[in-house]
């Protein structure tokens, strides 16, 4: 019986053993999912906070976008402001230089009017206003010519105008 017994005793060991390795092999299955689900929590954490991270670059993006929208309207208003004014101003200056050759004209006293510059009425002015007046198609009406007469002019100051 010696050798029953020793053959049990091994069959036993081997049972044991059996079991040992089964429930170490277990034990370090679950040891691994446990490493496994900690490491995708820390991946998923990762993505979270570089999700965060980039949700915040894009708002302060976002914020400078429109802040540099907000100021290119303001100047685009402030331009368009300017640019009328500017109009304006050539349009004034073109009036007063035609006046000024006209009276000339009229009066037959040379006046030196400078002209406007060619790039300020090509930006601002539209048409540019010739340099000469030509001379005048038809003799001025008689009432204006009657202005010019000395007597009618002493009349009129006398008036008070």
Known sequence: MAPAVAQAGVRRAAVITEEERRRNRMKSNRLS????RMKRQQYVDDLTALADRLRGENEAMRSCIDGALRQCRLLEQENRVLTAHARELCAALMLRNSQLRLLGTVTSVTLDVPGVPDHLVQLYGGMQMP???PSLPTPLPLEIQMLFQPDVVDAVSSLGF
Request: positive net charge; charged residues 30%.
């Open 33 to 36: 999912a446990r490493r496994s």
């Open 131 to 133: 340099q000469t007046l």
